[in-house]
């Protein structure tokens, strides 16, 4: 997962003009507010209403939202210092980098998971309670969350065992590259992201597949549940682009050397940012349920003076 999407726009051969600096920066910044605005109102709703507390469904879906959010303002903050500060503290980076790449990579966990779940609600509807708790769906987060740093603490580790203690104290690009230079970490990565890819997407497949037999003479839940997967699958595939984003990035800057920084821009906002808007639309317009008490308390808050 390269969080130098996050950064990439401002490379030294690369730089952008004031003008075209303060528009991509009012751009990010006004986005990010925008879908985290969005985002707490959902936690918010969560948290008020108690009859999310005991849906797994739910459970699944604000921890993305909640993950989300993170992503979001982390890499925002990067976007930004890579045009202010431009080099910050190595040891200041790797906590970005790591917090970030920790929230990438749960992403496309989460997903592959609330896809299994709707495959269990419409496929194994009456083992559905007995499969889907709350207490193993939050054994399923906290597992969630041990696959990413078992995947990403590596590269803290190695780090650590080959660079000197001066490395740490100086001032770098605020890349995961910069943070974590040893070649071996683009090896690892590399075999990591090819596991991630197999697995997720088998899942993805696998479980839209079996929904959609089952949505040709079932319920319009299943149909639903079925065009949900889709939905995810999109939002996964945006997601999951970073997991070629070297040899996507590699690509772009041969195509188009002249308008490189340009394309690194798209591709931020197309790959860290989009696929963060999609989840509210999933759940906070789609689902009937969710919508519903979301819409409450918009219509209380707005109707307060």
């Avoid at 495959?119 to 696959?147: F, N």
């Avoid at 319009?220 to 945006?238: C, M, P, S, V, Y």
């Avoid at 188009?256 to 197309?270: E, G, H, R």
Wanted: hydrophobic share 50%; proline share 4%.
């Amino acid at each position: 997962m390269n969080v130098s999407a996050a950064n990439v726009t401002v490379v030294s051969q690369y730089r952008d003009s004031f003008t075209k600096a303060v528009t991509k920066n009012v751009i990010v910044v006004v986005l990010g507010i925008s879908i985290n605005y969005v985002n707490v109102s959902l936690i918010h709703t969560f948290r008020k209403h108690q009859i999310f507390y005991m849906n797994p469904r739910y459970i699944l879906f604000i921890h993305l939202v909640i993950n989300d959010m993170i992503q979001l303002m982390l890499t925002v903050i990067l976007f930004v210092i890579s045009y202010t500060l431009y080099k910050i503290n190595v040891s200041v980076c790797c906590v970005f980098i790591l917090l970030a790449l920790f929230t990438t990579e749960n992403t496309p966990l989460n997903l592959a998971c609330m896809a299994v779940e709707c495959y269990i609600a419409i496929c194994l509807p009456l083992h559905h309670i007995q499969i889907c708790t709350v207490k193993r769906t939050l054994m399923l987060i906290g597992l969630i969350w041990t696959t990413s740093m078992l995947s990403v603490l590596p590269d803290l580790f190695i780090t650590l065992a080959t660079e000197p203690l001066d490395f740490f104290h100086s001032r770098v690009f605020c890349l995961r590259q910069t943070a974590f230079p040893h070649p071996l970490i683009v090896k690892k990565r590399d075999i990591t992201y090819s596991v991630f890819l197999v697995i997720v997407w088998i899942t993805i497949f696998y479980t839209y597949f079996k929904i959609l037999f089952t949505a040709k003479t079932a319920s319009k839940d299943a149909k639903k549940a079925r065009n949900t997967i889709l939905l995810h699958g999109f939002q996964l595939l945006l997601c999951m682009t970073t997991y070629v984003a070297p040899q996507l990035l590699t690509v772009v800057q041969q195509w188009f050397p002249k308008n490189y920084a340009d394309s690194l821009f798209a591709y931020y906002i197309i790959v860290q940012v989009l696929p963060r808007s999609i989840s509210p639309i999933i759940y906070g317009i789609r689902d009937n349920m969710f919508r519903k008490y979301l819409k409450r308390y918009l219509l209380c808050k707005l109707s307060i003076p």
